[in-house]
């Protein structure tokens, strides 16, 4: 059985890396700080039943946890923004320099020119469809009679834009990470 994970070095190794991934997906830089914490919170608690002996088995161990958490975020996110709305509660505001730095480490300047990019090339149609749908979080009925169109079309508009946009996105990650 291989010895425990070595948290401090993990940390020391991924923790940039880790803070892009987060910033990239949640293009928040609250959102990622807070996602890098708990998934270092979670390596901690596990790290005696980690089996990974190499550091690219633990970077990939890691990375396990950190999906995860991306994925309980999104889960929760909704709901709890509501929650914290009706209480009216706020946790403290990071400060300007902080919020700077992460998005400078996260390379958020570059990912909003590619999504700008990216939504660039749909069609007014398609683009206006994404907008009502994700920006704007309008039940696909609004985002039909909006756009005076059938409920149908207006999710397949939605459906292959976001597509559209995962596809282009994606391959600029992929060609970011390749070279």
């Known amino acids: 059985m291989a010895a425990p994970v ?11 890396g880790l803070l892009r991934y987060f910033a990239r997906r949640t293009a928040d830089a609250e959102a990622a700080l807070d996602l890098v914490a708990e998934t270092f919170a979670q390596a901690v608690r596990a790290r005696r039943r980690c089996r990974a002996a190499t550091r690219e088995d633990r ?19 909704y709901a709890e923004q509501r929650a914290v709305g009706k209480l009216g509660l ?11 730095e992460v998005e400078q480490r996260a390379g958020l300047g570059d990912v909003r020119i590619q999504l700008a990019d990216a939504l660039g090339s749909l069609t007014a149609e398609t683009r206006a469809a994404v907008a009502l749908r994700v920006v704007d979080e309008l039940p696909y009925a609004e985002v039909a009679s909006r ?33």
């Open 147 to 179: 756009l005076g169109i059938e409920e149908p079309a207006a999710r397949a508009r939605v459906s292959r834009g976001l597509s559209r946009l995962a596809d282009l996105l994606d391959r600029s990650l992929l060609e970011e990470v390749v070279s």
């Open 6 to 16: 070595d948290t401090a070095e993990l940390f020391a190794d991924h923790r940039d």
């Open 59 to 77: 970077a990939a161990w890691l990375y396990g946890i950190a999906r995860n958490q991306l994925a309980a975020y999104h889960r929760r996110g």
């Open 90 to 100: 706020e946790r403290p505001p990071l400060t300007e320099a902080v919020l700077r």
